[in-house]
């Protein structure tokens, strides 16, 4: 009962958080929210333009053979979903910065973000976790647009014996594997870095942009350099827009996919051990450092 309670009011505090969010963002940004939706889908509208043609020139045949899909509907499930799987890389990172280098002045004081919340005796895990549902839901809102773009624009189309589900679970298990590895990463924050220097971790900004040259996301991997193609079998994004592609545009069974799903699945499992060494690599550099 003592659980359960906890963990609606865990939950209850999570909620909260990520409406004040939303919130302060609205009121903020008021005007920018008149401006941002026709500017993205402009910005969407251009890349999906200047990729297609790139792809056009390099990677036709291979696309309509391999996938059973054309160029446009290749490039959509790579430009909307990549995104999204980039922020599982770098947001455990930006976090850490977000709390311990990010402040809050008042009254000729400044304290972190954390001692803030320390102090209005809100969990440091409950407001990284909203912040990160927060910054997800954007994420997802782009998805959105893309799909709506190339649908109405370029005519993005899913084969008529489409998977759904093999997509949905290679989507959750990318996902949680990319987030696997980006916890990974964010330890750099401490080892590698100055946690009192605000530049960009070019370690995770490595890991974040390997996969849009090596796990497919504009061209197939394919197209590639034997010499080159084994980076991306590291990358957890190679499966997983291999997977969702295959399921959307070539309507696979859920039999054919599942050595890349399989694949995925092993990436996922690294993420408690991830967790495990974020919070050991924290706790121990936060008071050494701190």
């Not at 490595?206 to 090596?214: D, G, K, M, Y």
């Amino acid at each position: 009962m003592k659980v359960v309670k906890n963990l609606s009011k865990t939950l209850f505090s999570i909620t909260s958080l990520i409406k004040l969010f939303y919130r302060d963002i609205i009121k903020s940004y008021s005007v920018w929210w008149v401006v941002y939706v026709p500017n993205q889908i402009l910005n969407i509208l251009f890349g999906l333009a200047a990729w297609y043609y790139y792809t056009l020139f390099t990677a036709r045949g291979i696309i309509e053979t391999s996938y059973g899909g054309d160029i446009i509907s290749f490039l959509i499930v790579g430009v909307a979903i990549n995104p999204i799987l980039s922020t599982a890389i770098t947001y455990p990172e930006y976090l850490l910065r977000f709390s311990y280098q990010g402040t809050y002045s008042t009254g000729g004081f400044r304290i972190s973000n954390w001692s803030v919340y320390y102090l209005a005796k809100i969990s440091r895990l409950e407001l990284l976790i909203s912040y990160y549902l927060y910054s997800l839901s954007e994420n997802l809102v782009n998805l959105g647009l893309y799909l709506i773009v190339g649908v109405a624009i370029f005519g993005f189309r899913i084969n008529p014996q489409a998977n759904y589900l093999a997509a949905f679970i290679a989507f959750i298990l990318g996902y949680l594997s990319c987030l696997a590895l980006g916890m990974f990463v964010a330890c750099t924050y401490w080892i590698l870095l100055d946690p009192g220097v605000s530049i960009t971790n070019p370690y995770v900004w490595l890991v974040s942009q390997l996969p849009t040259i090596f796990s497919g996301v504009y061209f197939p991997v394919s197209v590639l350099p034997n010499s080159l193609r084994f980076i991306g079998d590291f990358l957890p994004q190679t499966y997983t827009l291999s997977v969702i592609r295959y399921a959307l545009l070539g309507g696979k069974s859920f039999s054919a996919l599942l050595p890349d799903i399989s694949k995925l699945l092993i990436f996922s499992l690294l993420l408690p051990i991830s967790v495990v060494v974020f919070k050991k690599v924290e706790h121990y550099m936060a008071m050494k450092k701190l």
